[in-house]
T-cell receptor
Framework: DADVTQTPRNRITKTGKRIMLECSQTKGHDRMYWYRQDPGLGLRLIYYSFDVKDINKGEISDGYSVSRQAQAKFSLSLESAIPNQTALYFC???????????FGSGTRLTVV | AQSVSQHNHHVILSEAASLELGCNYSYGGTVNLFWYVQYPGQHLQLLLKYFSGDPLVKGIKGFEAEFIKSKFSFNLRKPSVQWSDTAEYFCAVSPSGSARQLTFGSGTQLTVLP
């Protein structure tokens, strides 16, 4: 089993719909992240969490929300999806020092 | 805040050619530096990392990178590329001494022609 599992792998949704992307990890890491990847822009940080009670906005948090349900679970929600949120979304975890990042396989989201 | 620049957006090489991908960062303090690779359809994998010590670091699959502090650079090199090196390569930086999140460059797509 993968250390960081993202579901779904692919999703097509309509504008205005609410959608949740889920991430779970077996690394035992406290720190979890959500990144968005767009062609030519690299990965940009949406939200990050250093423990269950700590949630922080990243570079591009507008239009997104997160929930850290447990140490191992970190969900990303789009409350009302819009087409420019079409992207590849990655969840990642890291150890306390932030040195060892592990990425999930990604969720390809298309908003039509 | 830190930032990372990768000036080469797309590099095309023939097999056995040498590779150097540029990475420059901007940050006022000491940093940790990383190179990640993303093969088609896959997630990011760590190639190599630099925290301190010898500025020439060796990673997996024959890759290496050199940290030049005076130039704020961390260029990735490989003496002889293979078709299987075709992928997107990302440089990333985080401030050292505190566990802050990674900041990524925009990536360089490497295409190796057989």
């Amino acid at each position: 089993d993968a250390d960081v599992t993202q579901t779904p792998r692919n999703r097509i949704t309509k504008t205005g719909k609410r959608i949740m992307l889920e991430c779970s990890q077996t690394k035992g890491h406290d720190r979890m992240y959500w990144y968005r990847q767009d062609p030519g822009l690299g990965l940009r940080l949406i939200y990050y969490s250093f423990d269950v009670k700590d949630i922080n906005k990243g570079e591009i948090s507008d239009g997104y929300s997160v929930s850290r349900q447990a140490q191992a679970k970190f969900s990303l929600s789009l409350e009302s999806a819009i087409p420019n949120q079409t992207a590849l979304y990655f969840c990642a975890t890291s150890d306390l020092a932030g040195y060892g990042y592990t990425f999930g396989s990604g969720t390809r989201l298309t908003v039509v | 805040a830190q930032s990372v620049s990768q000036h080469n957006h797309h590099v095309i090489l023939s097999e056995a050619a040498s590779l150097e991908l540029g990475c420059n960062y901007s940050y006022g303090g000491t940093v940790n530096l990383f190179w990640y690779v993303q093969y088609p359809g896959q997630h990011l994998q760590l190639l190599l990392k630099y925290f301190s010590g010898d500025p020439l670091v060796k990673g997996i699959k024959g890759f290496e990178a050199e940290f030049i502090k005076s130039k704020f650079s961390f260029n990735l090199r490989k003496p002889s590329v293979q078709w299987s090196d075709t992928a997107e390569y990302f440089c990333a930086v985080s401030p050292s001494g505190s566990a802050r999140q990674l900041t990524f460059g925009s990536g360089t797509q490497l295409t190796v022609l057989p």
